[in-house]
T-cell receptor
Framework: GAVVSQHPSRVICKSGTSVKIECRSL??????MFWYRQFPKQSLMLMAT?????????EQGVEKDKFLINHASLTLSTLTVTSAHPEDSSFYIC?????????????FGEGSRLTVL | SQQGEEDPQALSIQEGENATMNCSYK?????LQWYRQNSGRGLVHLIL?????REKHSGRLRVTLDTSKKSSSLLITASRAADTASYFC????????????FGEGTQLTVNP
């Protein structure tokens, strides 16, 4: 099956710093990737849709300047949490579909747990 | 906002018993999917059922879909301790493009 790798799995940073999370599709090319945020014991909240070679599409209420998304290649999307604050602490998960599949299953990374002190 | 509402929020059963989880949604869909998440990990796709399908099986999993009631159920038969996880339904809405909307999830605990 398709594999999505996410790195780092855990990161702790100080308030005010920026943190970059990488999401890679290892054995397929992903023109679109999705970034989700998940609070403890809660569901996944879609933050943005990352499109290769173009700007990301953000969901309502998600700050574009706070959560920078770059999808520079067909196998890599990055999420940068800028000027992180404790309220940004959360579990961030990326996902992707196989090429040519506008609907169908998503393949998820293992998630990145961010703790902002 | 989340479209799917899952019921129950938490379910605790003994090994060997069956587990049934329900999901309701509000809009027209292309398909409905079920995912599993072990604690602190990513999600794993279990099964997809299209809007024109009523029932689907995969191993010990059975999924039903009632588009008139906008609801789905996931049945896990002969449960095992390893089935302990959170289970989420996700809808591919007709008007949402390629995005999936996830339900609130059911935390299943299977006691040995």
């Amino acid at each position: 099956g398709a594999v999505v790798s996410q790195h780092p799995s855990r990161v702790i940073c100080k308030s005010g710093t920026s943190v970059k999370i990488e999401c890679r599709s290892l054995d397929f090319q992903a023109t679109t990737m999705f970034w989700y945020r998940q609070f403890p014991k809660q569901s996944l909240m879609l933050m943005a849709t990352s499109n290769e070679g173009s700007k990301a599409t953000y969901e309502q209420g998600v700050e574009k300047d706070k959560f920078l998304i770059n999808h520079a290649s067909l196998t890599l999307s990055t999420l940068t949490v800028t000027s992180a604050h404790p309220e940004d602490s959360s579990f961030y998960i990326c996902s992707a579909r196989l090429p040519g599949r506008s609907s169908g299953e998503l393949f998820f990374g293992e998630g990145s747990r961010l703790t902002v002190l | 906002s989340q479209q799917g509402e899952e019921d129950p929020q938490a379910l605790s059963i003994q090994e060997g018993e069956n587990a049934t989880m329900n999901c309701s949604y509000k809009t027209s869909i292309n398909n409905l999917q079920w995912y599993r998440q072990n604690s602190g990990r990513g999600l794993v796709h279990l099964i997809l059922i299209r809007s024109n399908e009523r029932e689907k099986h995969s191993g010990r999993l059975r999924v039903t879909l009632d588009t008139s009631k906008k609801s789905s159920s996931l049945l896990i038969t002969a449960s095992r301790a390893a089935d302990t996880a959170s289970y989420f339904c996700a809808t591919d809405e007709e008007t949402s493009g390629s995005r999936l909307t996830f339900g609130e999830g059911t935390q299943l605990t299977v006691n040995p």
